[in-house]
């Protein structure tokens, strides 16, 4: 071979390719293509006999929501063991958040499993998995009522804000970042009130309006999905009336958790769609962010009603978690994110789990994020491709996840700097300590220790900012 280059496709006599550089690959690998479809839910005891129209029904998903142990029993029945019940018996007792799941999401459980199902793990608390919080977490961890000019509006970057325009959701996640004031108090915890308030909205948005650098607006919650058709109409072109606001998003899970509103509440649907038209001529920007966090809720009804959006005009992008045993492995990660893409849903951001109570075993490392957005990052379009962020406890605000100053892999304690936020201040993460290696578990189970960690993690950003 010396002196002679290698060729790049190796042809025949004919000079037809024999080895193409990109062999196709087997259709039967295409996955992300599948789309569980039919009346999977009838294999719930209590919804044998539910037809499609009906289960299509917001309000029966509605109205059906499980919010106590024993209408969790009396759906699945014999579905699963005594040992299992009690364990969610003990978890919803134990839960600072409460607990609502919608049917649908029920029916996409594997029963047969359900210590290990994502769908499970994100909104059933079971007792014997529950791990002890973070030292260092508090409640408020992203401090969005520190950054609060008038209630229920964040205003951290410079120039856009978060407004919540409620506090509740059409399901309830057992990690909620906003289990300071989203869902009912629980025997945890007694919760800030943000409900649904005319008098509160407007001197959000008088705030607003008296800041002519605020050109996005976030509208959140708890859930978009839970405005009635009216208060959305209300909320949306208001803020359009604002001239320098120009971009708008709302926030809900419902896509995700309840697809059936946007094929059945059309009053809902059309105001969202107005709101989205108006702006279009505005030439403002108003999109649907939602939050899929697995392939497994990503089914033949989420894509029709994805559809819809997408005929609609109506842009959706995703936000989700990296969630232990949820969403942490490439292959999961890779087929979340092509399947998204598939149905019109661009991937935007998967954040690092915040340090909230009582789903510690939900939480997974810094280290993991790294290696999962390596794996990630090529598989399908750029702008398909999620950025991974740490929105960094104290009030720093999303960091991507590789631009640490300093990650102590023992201690599990990175540190970040969030110049647009404040140009001094450090920002810290904290891994769970469960899955850091012994002599950081034991520096930690040491609470002598836990300000030695910390002035040693910031010293070495110092360090590498000199
Ligand atoms: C996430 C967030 C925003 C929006 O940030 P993007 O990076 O533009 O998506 C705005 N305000 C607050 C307080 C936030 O937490
Ligand atoms: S839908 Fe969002 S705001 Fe509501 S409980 Fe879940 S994570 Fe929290």
């Not at 910390?454 to 000199?466: G, K, L, N, P, V």
Request: with cysteine; hydrophobic share 40%.
């Amino acid at each position: 071979m010396e002196g002679k280059s290698l060729p790049i496709v190796q042809v025949d006599a004919s000079g037809h390719p024999v080895h193409p550089r990109k062999p196709p690959v087997d259709p039967a690998t295409l996955v992300h293509r599948e789309f569980l479809d039919g009346p999977f839910w009838q294999k719930i005891p209590a919804y044998r006999d539910v037809d499609e129209k009906t289960f299509l029904d917001h309000r029966w998903q509605a109205k059906k929501s499980i919010t106590r142990p024993d209408k969790l029993m009396a759906a699945v029945q014999d579905l699963v063991s005594d040992k299992f019940l009690d364990d969610v018996k003990a978890g919803f007792a134990h839960a600072p958040m409460s607990v609502r799941v919608s049917p649908y999401l029920l029916s996409l459980v594997d029963w047969q499993n359900p210590y290990d199902d994502p769908i499970r793990r994100q909104f059933l608390p079971v007792y014997s998995h529950m791990l002890p919080d973070h030292p260092k977490l508090d409640l408020d961890s992203l401090h969005e009522q520190a950054d609060a000019p008038t209630e229920g509006l964040t205003h951290r970057y410079p120039d856009k804000v978060l407004f919540l325009a409620l506090d509740t959701c059409p399901v309830y996640c057992r990690f909620c970042t906003r289990s300071y004031a989203v869902g009912i108090n629980t025997e945890e915890i007694e919760k800030v009130s943000l409900k649904a308030n005319k008098d509160r909205w407007e001197k959000a948005f008088q705030y607003i309006e008296s800041r002519p650098e605020i050109e996005d607006v976030v509208i959140s919650g708890g859930d978009v999905y839970q405005l009635r058709a009216e208060h959305l109409t209300k909320i949306g072109h208001r803020l359009l009336d604002i001239p320098h606001v120009r971009r708008m998003r709302f926030a809900t899970k419902g896509p995700a958790v309840m697809p059936q509103k946007l094929l059945t509440d059309d009053a809902w649907v059309r105001a969202l769609v107005e709101i989205v038209e108006r702006g279009r001529r505005m030439c403002k920007e108003v999109v649907i962010h939602t939050h899929f966090t697995h392939p497994n809720e990503i089914t033949a009804i989420s894509k029709r009603a994805m559809d819809r959006m997408f005929q609609s005009g109506v842009i959706v992008r995703n936000q989700s978690v990296l969630q232990r045993g949820v969403n942490d492995t490439p292959a999961v990660m890779k087929l979340f994110v092509k399947k998204l893409s598939f149905i019109n849903v661009q991937p935007y951001y998967v954040y690092i789990h915040d340090l909230v109570k009582g789903a510690e075993d939900m939480r997974t490392t810094v280290a993991t994020a790294v290696e999962l957005e390596k794996q990630v990052r090529g598989v399908t379009a750029g702008f398909n491709t999620p950025t991974f962020v740490v929105d960094a406890p104290g009030g720093g605000g999303k960091r991507v996840v590789h631009s640490f100053e300093h990650y102590n892999r023992e201690t599990g304690v990175s540190v970040y700097r969030s110049p647009n936020v404040n140009a001094d201040a450090f920002y810290l993460y904290f891994d769970p300590i469960d899955l850091l290696p012994e002599s950081g578990r034991a520096r930690w189970a040491n609470p002598d220790e836990h300000d030695a960690i910390i002035a040693e993690a910031i010293e070495a950003a110092r360090d590498f900012q000199r």
